[in-house]
């Protein structure tokens, strides 16, 4: 229980922090998303149903302020979040540069993707900016990786299957 509720207030913090702090921090009017590259961090860490369900927190906190469709943020989320669960499942956690790489990746796809899908319910948007967003992303990773990390280390984030034993 523990963990879910700090994971959902570092959610809630890194969503705040996107909304004020980070536009002041601009270049060239591109900011990385903090949520978004914790979610893809948190997922590469975590099995698939832990990715699934912070992609899809994550993503209904993003289309709050996503103003010309919602869902789509939700959507796309949800599915790159599992693909770095999958990709997690393949690599050495402790090693850092393929979930960076994987971020930076995951970043570009997904803004290809909303583009994608607010084409195709006519909505129009500034498209050429995805790369400079997912390269600002990927640098964030690198910080937000390691921590994310560290986090999963400490005791309250690791599950505990033991039974403990009665004394019969």
């Known amino acids: ?3 879910k509720i700090i994971i959902v207030l570092i959610c809630f913090l890194l969503f705040i922090l996107d909304n004020s702090l980070m536009p002041f921090l601009a270049i060239k009017g591109v900011y990385p998303s903090l949520l978004f590259s914790f979610a893809l961090s948190y997922a590469i860490i975590y099995e698939k149903w832990e990715a699934l369900t912070i992609g899809v927190f994550t993503g209904l906190l993003q289309d709050i302020y996503f103003t010309n469709a919602f869902g789509i943020n939700l959507l796309t989320n949800m599915l790159m979040c599992i693909v770095a669960s999958n990709v997690g499942a393949l690599i050495y956690k402790d090693k850092s540069i393929i979930p960076i790489i994987t ?3 995951l970043s570009l796809v997904k803004g290809v993707l909303v583009v994608i899908l607010l084409f195709i319910i006519n909505q ?3 498209n050429t900016l995805i790369v400079y967003r997912s390269v600002y992303t990927g640098m964030v990773a ?3 990786y390691n921590f994310i990390f560290k986090l ?3 005791n309250f984030m690791t599950k505990d299957w033991n039974i403990k ?3 019969f």
Do not use: I, L, P
Request: hydrophobic letters at 30%; a positive charge.
């Open 103 to 105: 971020n930076f990746s």
């Open 142 to 144: 690198v910080f937000m």
């Open 124 to 126: 129009k948007t500034d």
């Open 1 to 3: 229980m523990k963990k």
């Open 152 to 154: 999963s280390q400490k």
């Open 165 to 167: 034993k009665r004394g």
